[in-house]
């Protein structure tokens, strides 16, 4: 028994541990996500969540230590944005044609997302801080923590938010979008793609490449747009509302 609790102590405080745990984590999701036909509502990204953390928690292991081994994961989420582009490319002349119409729906979707966030927090009594944690969501985590701290909230906070955003948009976003009626697979593509960023993004690659494309697209525009727009709305909506 004491053999086993030194093999332990001495995994758990081994970088390659965390990061063996995070990809088994990852593949028994996705394990499971494929056993149940894919079903959007066992996202492999939340179960991975789910199993990670219950086993940091079962073992007292702080984020810190568990980063020095998943920080190896982190590092090819660079890569991994920037393959998107290979999708994106084979739909090249499909962008090209509904340039006017791409840029309409991003400038909608990122005024949207930021205004609906903001609003929704206010109401519930947010204060400043939360609300300029709150207010990127949408767009992809290192740029969205980048642009709360300028705006004086909580990168930490926003990056929590935008993988809940991601998530949920995962799940429930092709149920929405078929509740509407959109089935343009451009449409659809850009929908997710500015609403849930990479995580929505894998999600719609998933189910069809244009739609792929189109959110991976979307996914990069919004994060310029957001970062173009939101701190002229920011400083607006302070002087008009003092937040």
């Known amino acids: 028994m004491d053999n086993l609790q030194e093999t332990w102590v001495y995994l758990s405080a081994t970088p390659l541990f965390h990061l063996t745990l ?10 499971v996500f494929e056993k149940a036909g894919r079903n959007p509502l066992l996202n492999p990204v939340l179960g991975a969540v789910l199993l990670v953390v219950a086993v940091l928690i ?15 994961v982190h590092f090819l989420l ?16 499909h962008v090209r044609r509904s ?12 005024l949207t997302a930021v205004l609906t966030a903001i609003a929704v927090t206010w109401v519930l009594g947010g204060s400043g801080e939360v609300l300029a944690s709150v207010a990127p969501k949408s767009v992809t985590a290192p740029v969205a923590m980048a642009i709360a701290k300028e705006l004086g909230g909580l990168p930490s906070l926003t990056a929590v938010l ?10 429930f976003g092709s149920a929405v979008l078929n509740l509407v009626g959109v089935k ?3 449409a ?4 997710i793609g500015t609403a849930s960023h990479g ?22 525009l919004n994060a310029l747009a957001t970062a173009l727009l939101l701190p002229i709305i920011w400083t607006v909506l302070s002087r008009l509302f003092g937040i």
Do not use: C, K
């Not at 995070?22 to 999701?29: D, E, G, K, V, W």
């Not at 340039?99 to 990122?110: P, W």
């Open 58 to 72: 079962m073992t007292g292991t702080d984020y810190g230590t568990y980063f020095e081994g998943a920080q190896f």
């Open 78 to 93: 660079g890569p991994a944005t920037v393959a998107l582009a290979v999708p994106l490319y084979r739909q090249w002349h």
């Open 22 to 31: 995070t990809l088994i984590a990852f593949q028994a999701a996705n394990w």
């Open 188 to 191: 659809r593509g850009l929908a």
């Open 162 to 171: 935008v993988i809940v955003t991601g998530i949920f948009g995962a799940m």
């Open 199 to 220: 995580i929505g993004t894998a999600r719609a690659l998933q189910v069809n490449e244009t739609a792929g494309a189109f959110a991976g697209l979307a996914m990069g």
């Open 184 to 186: 343009d697979w451009q």
């Open 99 to 110: 340039a006017l119409a791409i840029t309409v729906s991003l400038i909608a979707g990122s």
